[in-house]
């Protein structure tokens, strides 16, 4: 639920900011902002985050997502979630391309883990709230994403 919760601090932060910048107010220049914090809160402290539990509390995530637990991928897991957090906060301060290169990379995993999660609730019928719900948020988020990086490029 944490990923969820900061969907909504990361669109609320970017939304503060854009009202508050003295900046001309073009869509462009607004969806460059909400991006900014986008990739920063809702991407990149959710995916740390994700990756504390999946190394530190790997035992309690796996239980929560109703997977077998001790697996090594676990860490594994977590690793990339880090490695995709620290990517999307340094997206922060870097933009261009730079923000499609992380786009494209947190995407690509996001909505494949996605899929897997819908995979499980369908098939395995493992229906645990932490592995059906994060099926939608892999989706949405990616999405969110492509959508605030389109307008960025609109001339």
């Given at each position: 639920?944490?990923?969820?919760?900061l969907y909504?601090?990361g669109?609320?932060?970017?939304?503060?900011?854009v009202?508050?910048?003295?900046?001309?107010?073009?869509?462009?220049?607004?969806?460059?902002?909400?991006?900014?914090?986008?990739?920063?809160?809702?991407?990149?402290?959710?995916s740390?985050?994700?990756?504390?539990g999946?190394?530190?509390?790997?035992?309690?995530?796996?239980?929560l997502l109703?997977?077998?637990?001790?697996?090594?991928?676990?860490?594994e897991l977590?690793?990339?979630?880090?490695?995709?957090?620290f990517?999307?906060i340094?997206?922060?301060?870097?933009?261009g391309?730079?923000?499609?290169?992380?786009?494209?990379f947190?995407?690509?995993?996001?909505?494949?883990?996605?899929?897997l999660?819908l995979?499980?609730?369908?098939?395995?019928?493992?229906?645990h709230?932490?592995?059906?719900?994060?099926?939608?948020?892999?989706?949405i988020v990616?999405?969110?994403?492509?959508?605030?990086?389109?307008?960025?490029?609109?001339?």
């Amino acid at each position: 639920m944490v990923i969820t919760t900061l969907y909504f601090v990361g669109i609320l932060c970017g939304t503060i900011a854009v009202m508050l910048t003295g900046d001309p107010r073009t869509t462009t220049t607004a969806a460059a902002i909400l991006l900014q914090y986008f990739l920063l809160i809702s991407v990149g402290f959710s995916s740390v985050i994700a990756f504390f539990g999946h190394v530190f509390r790997g035992e309690t995530a796996a239980r929560l997502l109703g997977w077998p637990s001790g697996n090594p991928f676990q860490k594994e897991l977590g690793f990339w979630d880090l490695a995709a957090g620290f990517v999307a906060i340094i997206g922060f301060w870097r933009h261009g391309d730079f923000w499609l290169a992380t786009i494209i990379f947190i995407t690509i995993f996001w909505v494949l883990a996605g899929c897997l999660h819908l995979y499980h609730v369908l098939k395995g019928k493992n229906y645990h709230i932490d592995n059906a719900f994060p099926a939608i948020m892999d989706f949405i988020v990616p999405i969110t994403m492509m959508i605030l990086y389109w307008l960025t490029t609109r001339h």
